[in-house]
């Protein structure tokens, strides 16, 4: 026990800390102005009792009056100087003050009691006694906190008790002594134990404010320097401490704000599901809300902890940016830039999604798979630019045709599809030809009309399959389906198409292999000149050895050559094959080649026959090309060109198949051909209907009076030979004559022209009437 300590004890905060000592003063002054006070007006409503008991006693009042009335009087204008006295700022009242105020108001109370000691009656001393110990112990308890005035309270009022005993003198003074001095001695170790206690409490309340004003001081610098703010609300969700970075971001006064909804900033949406993890209690990380400001909606990503209060914090940050970023990024991944409808992705997502729905009859669906018919050609004339506000209209107007409910979706190029939830079959057919109806409608694309059509392939789901893939390949084959047999129309998808659609994928993977493995072979098969009877062409005809296939007739190949893009490299190797077998015949023989539409369409033909005829050395004129009527129903333009371009080389042209095409006169008049070829289907019954005779009469005399040659084809008895001879045509060709033949089995140039008999050629040739090969 330290003198410090001591001093301390007594005078002022005991075992405070530097920083808190004003602070646990002004704490404990105030406690024992406010203490005093109560204090002072109890003792004197005790003493007013006092004095009205000792009053009843009549016989010295005028000696008792004065006294009492003066100490009265006193602790009357005590309590008045307390309650007036400067306690706004009881930290300034100094300790001196305080004491000297102890003593005043110690005397007073001492006083009084030294009055009513010496003037009460033996029989009242009861009432003295309660007296007594109640102004003592109240005026000790109310300076509990400070403990210097409480020693001096208690010892003022003992001495009086004391010399008032004294002078009465009573009886066992000694004894009263010793226990009023024990009295005082106790009062006053709970004194300094009271006011010891309160200083601490007061002290670690201090140090704990101190500590959450430091915290805050942390948080508002980590808000200044970082692009996060701080966010708190209280169990009822209103905001508390708002911080003016909060208030900056929400675009409204940090005033304002606080104790507004944190809610009510929400968008309705994002409220809802904000209000769902405040109930959950939950903490929870980095979730996006929109919330709504002023100028605005903006993004947050929201952090947030439950409070033990009831309320919850955490951490905001705005990542409008990255939103909107991401909102984008979701865009282009899910619809076509274009058209702006769904793209390929999203049509999957939805058909998985349809797939996974459906579990009864009820639950069908339908796809549909749409392609526009020759949108390469919309391209390449009016351009890309115009290619484009076709598809634009195209799809608004397979939308409307579709209908709202529909999910239409434009899966790359010219493909679009259109999903039909809870569609049957009849309705899907109907909505096909809606779409397809939609699609022939000419289009206007900067004042110029384009016309159009589609081709469809459908399918109804889950029967046609159980997922989205399967789905599309389907609907893809159905399609193929379509376009194969002519174009703007719709096929539904059928079990067979898979097995026809490998087969495909097998004849086309054979046929590109058969290209680099000789498995190519022309075959070719005479022209016979009815007037000379001698062999005046050979028609070139290709032959494909296909493994495990045998020998393979065209007709089953070139489809597929045409649609692959594998004529082009093929139909140059027939050309400048054919070229150099004709230069080793006689040199009055002509050699014919089959061109098809790609062929015709390649832009390099023209050199390659150039190139051919010049290789092989072969006169331009003995090479004729075969074309059909679909050369010049297609690109027409540019293929007349190039069929210019051929004829300007001095390479024949003739027109193939006759007879069998829509408008074959008009073609006759668009280029100038060399020769017509009549079809076979008109030769084949010449002998039995008259009405195919008049057919190829008709073709006959129209060949002879345009100046062109005529060739019968498809020849097979004498009669039919008889009658197309009479009829004038020029030339035939025909298994009569001979089969196709490979080009060993055919004369050579030396031996050919040495052996000049007429119809040596015929006759050679008629003995391989049953040579093999196909038709
Ligand atoms: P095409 O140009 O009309 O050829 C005539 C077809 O009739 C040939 O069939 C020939 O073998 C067949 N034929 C000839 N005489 C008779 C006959 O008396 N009776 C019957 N029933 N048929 C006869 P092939 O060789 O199967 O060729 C079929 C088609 O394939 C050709 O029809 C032609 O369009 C096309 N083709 C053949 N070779 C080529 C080629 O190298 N390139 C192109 N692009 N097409 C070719
Ligand atoms: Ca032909
Ligand atoms: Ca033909």
Redesign the pocket.
């Known amino acids: 026990m330290s003198w410090r300590w001591l001093k301390e004890s007594v005078l002022g905060p005991i075992g405070v800390p530097e920083p808190y000592r004003q602070d646990v003063r002004a704490n404990l002054h105030a406690r024992f102005l406010q203490f005093t006070t109560v204090a002072n007006t109890y003792g004197l409503i005790v003493a007013s009792v006092m004095v009205l008991i000792l009053l009843q006693d009549h016989h010295g009042l005028a000696e008792h009056i004065v006294p009492i009335g003066v100490a009265w009087f006193g602790a009357l204008a005590l309590i008045v100087n307390q309650v007036r006295g400067d306690v706004r700022d009881p930290a300034s009242i100094s300790v001196s003050r305080i004491l000297i105020g102890t003593t005043v108001a110690s005397c007073v109370w001492g006083s009084l009691i030294f009055t009513v000691i010496n003037h009460a009656q033996p029989e009242q001393d009861l009432y003295v006694g309660l007296f007594i110990a109640c102004v003592f112990c109240a005026g000790a308890f109310a300076r509990s906190s400070m403990p210097a005035s409480a020693l001096i309270y208690s010892c003022v009022l003992a001495a009086s008790i004391m010399l008032a005993l004294v002078l009465d003198k009573r009886d066992g003074l000694l004894q009263f002594a010793f226990l009023l001095g024990a009295s005082v001695i106790g009062l006053q170790l709970f004194s300094i134990l009271a006011a010891r206690r309160r200083a601490g409490r007061i002290a670690s309340l201090r140090a704990l404010e101190r500590s959450h004003e430091i915290a805050a001081l942390q948080l508002q610098e980590f808000e200044a320097q970082s692009a996060d703010w701080m966010w708190r609300i209280d169990d009822d969700g209103r905001l508390v401490d708002v911080s003016p970075k909060f208030a900056q971001a929400a675009g409204a006064d940090a005033t304002l704000l606080q104790g507004e909804r944190f809610l009510a900033l929400f968008a309705p949406e994002a409220e809802e599901h904000f209000d769902a993890l405040l109930r959950s209690r939950r903490a929870f990380r980095d979730m996006t809300f929109e919330i709504q400001v002023p100028r605005g909606s903006r993004w947050w990503s929201i952090s947030g902890t439950p409070t033990t209060d009831g309320g919850y914090k955490g951490v905001c940050s705005d990542v409008t940016r990255r939103h909107e970023a991401e909102t984008k990024a979701a865009f282009v991944s899910e619809f076509d830039h274009l058209t702006g409808l769904s793209n390929r992705a999203a049509l999957v997502q939805q058909l998985e999604a349809a797939c996974a729905g459906a579990s009864g009859p009820g639950d069908e669906f339908a796809l549909l798979y749409v392609d526009i018919d020759s949108f390469k050609t919309v391209n390449d004339t009016h351009g890309h630019a115009a290619g484009d506000e076709f598809l634009k209209e195209i799809a608004e107007r397979l939308q409307d045709a579709a209908g709202e409910d529909a999910f239409v979706s434009r899966l790359g190029g010219d493909e679009f599809a259109v999903l039909l939830r809870a569609s049957s079959r009849d309705m899907a057919d109907e909505i096909a030809d809606h779409a397809l109806d939609a699609m022939l409608a000419p289009v206007i694309v900067g004042g110029r009309e384009i016309l159009g059509s589609g081709s469809i392939g459908a399918v109804i789901g889950p029967g046609d399959g159980a997922d989205a893939a399967t789905l599309l390949k389907h609907a893809e084959l159905a399609l193929y389906r379509a376009k194969a047999q002519g174009r703007g129309c719709s096929r539904f998808f059928e079990g067979g198409m898979e097995a026809d659609a490998r087969q495909r994928a097998d004849l086309e993977s054979d046929l590109r292999r058969a290209l680099f493995t000789d498995a190519m072979d022309l075959h070719f098969?005479p022209l016979v000149d009815t007037r000379s009877g001698r062999v005046c062409a050979y028609?070139?005809?290709?032959r494909w050895n296909r493994p495990g296939h045998g020998l393979v007739?065209?007709?089953a190949f070139?489809g597929c050559a045409e649609e692959t893009g594998i004529?082009v490299p093929l139909?140059e190797w027939?050309i400048r094959n054919a070229v150099k077998e004709a230069a080793q015949w006689r040199d009055d023989v002509t050699v014919a080649?089959?061109?098809?539409p790609e062929?015709m369409r390649n832009p390099s033909i023209v050199q390659v026959v150039v190139s051919a005829l010049s290789s092989a050395e072969l006169d331009p004129g003995r090479l004729e090309i075969?074309i059909t009527e679909s050369v010049l129903m297609k690109d027409s333009e540019a293929n007349l060109r190039t069929l210019h371009a051929l004829r300007e080389v001095g390479v024949k042209i003739a027109l193939?198949?006759f007879g069998t095409g829509f408008s074959s006169l008009s073609y006759l008049r668009t280029f100038p051909f060399d020769k017509l070829k009549i079809d076979?289907s008109f030769v084949r019954d010449i002998h039995k209907t008259p009405e195919n005779q008049a057919i190829v009469r008709a073709i006959i005399s129209l060949a002879r009076d345009l100046g062109m040659r005529c060739t019968a084809?498809?020849?097979?008895n004498e009669q039919q030979a008889a009658i197309l001879a009479s009829l004038g045509c020029t030339e035939v060709?025909?298994?009569?004559f001979s089969r196709?033949v490979p080009a060993a089995e055919l004369p050579k140039k030396p031996a050919a022209q040495s052996a000049d008999a007429p119809n040596a050629d015929v006759r050679n040739l008629a003995s391989r009437r049953t040579a093999a090969g196909?038709?």
């Open positions: 098969q028609e070139t005809l290709l007739s065209p007709v070139i004529i139909g027939v080649v089959n061109l098809s062929q075969e193939d198949d076979q084809e498809g020849v097979e060709q025909g298994y009569l196709p196909p038709n």
